[in-house]
């Protein structure tokens, strides 16, 4: 998925530099798709390009580095992004995760590394978790729309750690017989 909607309907809410736009898009959209700092800046400046955002303000950083660059949504971007969200999505659902490709093809390893990983996903949704909990009231006044996103992220969430206890008390209980077999079981 392109980050160029995202970024176009974020700055329907204000003005952003690009770091508090991938900041926003990791921190609270983070269950749909992940973004790093090039694919933000490159989408900036296409969209900039594109006449669909602006540059709004240039501040000199205090700090030595690149200035601050504070874009803002322009009438053709308003324009845009609202066909955008009158067309039907591209695509269904896609849940592209790096660890359930590792997972699949654990019984080739150890069963203790997997059990380590799986651990650290645990702890992982544990955390997170806890932090959508704690955001949930913020979510609550600021319309159904976002609201149900945050409650989809809480519940998906939810089902990931389910899972994946459910999946460690198997793995840990497993004999390294049965822990193997699954080699054969995929072609």
């Known amino acids: 998925m392109s980050i160029k909607y995202a970024v176009i309907g974020l700055l329907h809410y204000r003005d952003m530099h690009g770091y508090q736009i991938k900041n926003h898009i990791e921190k609270n959209f983070g269950q749909m798709w992940t973004v790093n700092y090039g694919q933000v800046y490159t989408t900036l400046k296409a969209l900039v390009d594109e006449g669909l955002i602006a540059l709004s303000e240039v501040v000199p950083s205090d700090v030595g580095a690149p200035h601050k660059k504070l ?8 324009a845009e992004f609202k066909r955008w969200l009158a067309a039907s999505p591209e ?4 849940l592209r ?3 359930l490709m590792r ?4 019984s080739f390893g150890e069963r203790e590394d997997a059990l380590r990983i799986i651990d650290e996903q645990i702890g992982f949704y544990e955390n997170q978790l806890q932090r959508r909990q704690a955001h949930m009231a913020k979510w609550e006044n600021k319309g159904a729309y ?3 996103i945050a409650e989809l992220g809480l519940e998906f969430n939810e089902l990931l750690l389910n899972w994946l206890m459910r999946v460690r008390a198997e793995i840990s209980a497993s004999t390294a017989e049965q822990f193997n077999l699954a ?5």
Not at 71 to 78: A, V
Not at 91 to 94: H, W
Not at 183 to 187: G, I, N, P, V
Request: one cysteine or more; proline letters at 4%; charged letters at 30%.
């Open 146 to 148: 976002v609201r149900q």
């Open 103 to 106: 997972f699949i093809f654990f």
């Open 183 to 187: 080699r054969h079981d995929m072609l």
């Open 97 to 99: 995760d790096p660890f």
């Open 71 to 78: 874009y803002c949504l322009t009438e053709k971007g308003r």
């Open 91 to 94: 695509k269904q659902m896609l």
